[in-house]
């Protein structure tokens, strides 16, 4: 259910073994998606594994290859990406109108039926046998059943499906980000900017460059839901003030013009409150709600996640249905533990003084300051942050003195 990343990727892993899978999808291809656009390393490497990363480089996205993070203090740390196992050391920008039609091509090309332009409307056990029925509406009002074995739910944060069966308020949006695409975005091209801002926290705003040569930069900011009611505003007016003189994005957005409508997506960041399986049905990506909450990633979990889910449903086809409770066992056993060391890196940085000494601290060692990204781009668990050696080299007596004593800003 839904052809995004996390729908095509158990798509195309069912369809490569053989698996007879039907596709549901209520937008018709290409769509528009509202997303930040980055595709952190974890989901190039989910990318190279189904044979699209070469898509991407002839289509003309380049790899970006530093990340850069300006802290409540103005100023600034930039580093390279740290290749990890499989993990490449670059990144994209890719908007997900042209992502996410390529996957929906990969998958029909490995023999899945993607049906566009129908909505999920619910499930009904089939009085013949264990088959579920999903219940599909077409833009005419006319109906029609879809008979299977197990239902995949990717239909995302706000997926009215999902809703039918999860329990009440595991969806409900705890984050809201809003992105406008801007031309005339000055000196962002070769990395992927996050700023926290003191106003912004704790949330954060973002500018990540166009993908390919001329396109625009992808420009937002995401504060909790709580936050934004506490201050009594909207998203549009931290939005609005993020692209003020005011801003220590100021300098990168002088001269940038929006050349598309900001516009908003909800996100559910809290992990504990994802159901990942109802009986048949599992959920993935942001229907699991499998986003980063540190950096607010979501699509290499979205693609990792249908992987997981695919591997489990093949699992229960050879051994029978019971088996299909190992899916949230193996969900867990892949993210738990990092997601809920990232929750609390997130609640430490949102102390202005904390990001801002941790900025400084990183910008004078370049070891570190690409360790830090690692965190960021999720390709290093947040927990290597409770080695001790690493505190006894951040906390050295030098290191500490050259810290507190205030220099022109660095890494800008």
Not at 23 to 40: N, Q, W
Not at 169 to 174: D, W
Request: aromatic content about 8%; overall charge positive.
């Amino acid at each position: 259910m839904g052809a995004g990343p996390a729908g095509c990727a158990a798509a195309y892993y069912l369809a490569r073994r053989g698996v007879d899978v039907v596709v549901l999808e209520r937008a018709t291809f290409p769509r528009s998606k509202v997303c930040g656009d980055g595709v952190a390393p974890r989901a190039v490497r989910a990318l190279h594994d189904m044979g699209l990363e070469q898509e991407l480089e002839q289509a003309g996205y380049r790899r970006i290859r530093a990340f850069r993070v300006v802290g409540s203090w103005g100023e600034a740390v930039k580093a390279g990406i740290r290749r990890r196992n499989c993990t490449p050391d670059y990144a994209y920008v890719v908007p997900r109108s042209h992502l996410d039609d390529m996957l929906v091509a990969a998958v029909r090309r490995r023999g899945a039926r993607v049906i566009e332009g129908v909505r999920a409307q619910g499930t009904l056990t089939q009085t013949c046998g264990s088959r579920l029925g999903v219940t599909a509406l077409k833009a005419d009002g006319s109906t029609f059943v879809v008979k299977a074995r197990v239902v995949v739910a990717a239909d995302g944060s706000r997926g009215s499906f999902s809703r039918s069966f999860l329990p009440r308020g595991a969806l409900t949006p705890n984050v809201i980000a809003l992105r406008a695409y801007m031309a005339g975005v000055e000196e962002v091209d070769d990395a992927l900017h996050f700023f926290l801002d003191k106003p912004l926290l704790p949330g954060y705003g973002w500018i990540f460059p166009g993908g390919r040569h001329g396109a625009p930069a992808n420009v937002g900011v995401g504060m909790p839901v709580p936050a934004l009611r506490r201050r009594k505003m909207g998203l549009r007016d931290v939005f609005s003030w993020f692209l003020g003189p005011e801003s220590v994005a100021a300098a990168h957005l002088a001269r940038a013009r929006i050349i598309d409508p900001p516009q908003a997506f909800p996100l559910q960041l809290r992990y504990v409150r994802g159901r990942r399986r109802v009986g048949p049905i599992l959920t993935v990506g942001d229907a699991a709600n499998l986003i980063n909450p540190l950096s607010g990633e979501g699509i290499a979990y979205a693609l990792e996640s249908g992987r997981i889910a695919a591997d489990a449903i093949m699992h229960a086809f050879v051994s029978g249905p019971d088996v299909l409770s190992s899916y949230e066992r193996r969900i867990d056993k892949a993210f738990a533990v990092d997601y809920l060391e990232g929750y609390a890196l997130r609640r430490i940085l949102s102390i202005p003084w904390v990001n801002g000494g941790v900025v400084r601290l990183l910008s004078r060692d370049e070891r570190l300051a690409m360790g830090a990204m690692g965190i960021l781009t999720n390709t290093i668990p947040p927990g290597r942050l409770l080695q001790p050696s690493l505190w006894t080299a951040m906390l050295s007596p030098s290191r500490l003195r050259a810290t507190l004593h205030r220099v022109r800003p660095a890494g800008g």
